[in-house]
């Protein structure tokens, strides 16, 4: 069965410092893996994914994410936070296709202090 | 794109009531999701459909819940009767197939269905 885990229910960082939100996974396949952003009274919307390719992908707003499968990991960073990042970030693993369902982990929400 | 739309935004109503909360799904996608989530339990998969048949509805707490996906740009998630423990926001979310035919890809969420049951 997959499952993710994610340190740290919140976590707060000052304006303008690194961001790092850490994702481990537990897959007996190669997984795909996301992250997904949610903003107060909104929806989730994907930051990013990881789908073999590349082991460093790229998301939106800066954020980036790196796929290391010998500490199963993938954890999301970003060099120098700012205020409109606060909100819950999401990792997710889904099994390459063999399953149509993503598991989500419980999510960490980013508090960015002035 | 109008991307998902999810209404109502907000409902309270009183245990025992039935709700009934809609969704429309992005146009072409095959797949629908319905999540739940609380602080306590985080999000949770309740069911999913794939053209219009749902595939697994392993994660729908009791009979109390239902859903159906009468057609390709709707879909409805209904309980009945209504218990406190059910305030959560529910969320619907759409994708397409991947193009292997396996799985689904990236989901799109609509922006939430705020349901307080008193």
């Known amino acids: 069965a997959q499952s993710v885990t994610q340190l740290g229910s919140h976590v707060s960082v000052s304006e303008g410092a690194l961001v790092l939100l850490r994702c481990n996974y537990s897959s007996s396949v190669p997984p795909y893996l996301f992250w997904y952003v949610q903003y107060p009274n909104q929806g989730l919307q994907l930051l990013l994914k990881?789908?073999?390719?590349?082991?460093l992908v790229k998301g939106i707003n800066g954020f980036e994410a790196e796929f290391k499968k010998s500490e199963t990991s993938f954890h999301l960073t970003k060099p120098s936070a700012h205020m409109s990042d606060a909100a819950e970030y999401f990792c997710?693993?889904?099994?390459?296709?063999?399953?149509?369902?993503?598991?989500f982990g419980k999510g960490t929400r980013l508090h960015i202090l002035p | 794109d109008a991307g998902v739309i999810q209404s109502p935004r907000h409902e309270v109503t009183e245990m025992g009531q039935e709700v009934t909360l809609r969704c429309k799904p992005i146009?072409?996608?095959?797949?629908l999701f319905w999540y739940r989530q609380t602080m306590m339990r985080g999000l949770e998969l309740l069911i999913y459909f794939n053209n219009n048949v749902p595939i697994d509805d392993s994660g729908m707490p009791e009979d109390r819940f239902s859903a159906k996906m009468p057609n390709a740009s709707f879909s409805t998630l209904k309980i009945q009767p209504s218990e406190p423990r059910d305030s959560a926001v529910y969320f619907c979310a759409s994708s397409f197939s991947k193009t292997s035919g396996i799985g689904t890809d990236t989901q799109y969420f609509g922006p939430g269905t705020r349901l307080t049951v008193l």
């Open positions: 997710a693993v889904s099994d390459r296709g063999r399953d149509d369902k993503i598991i």
């Open positions: 146009s072409g996608h095959d797949y």
């Open positions: 990881y789908t073999s390719a590349a082991t």
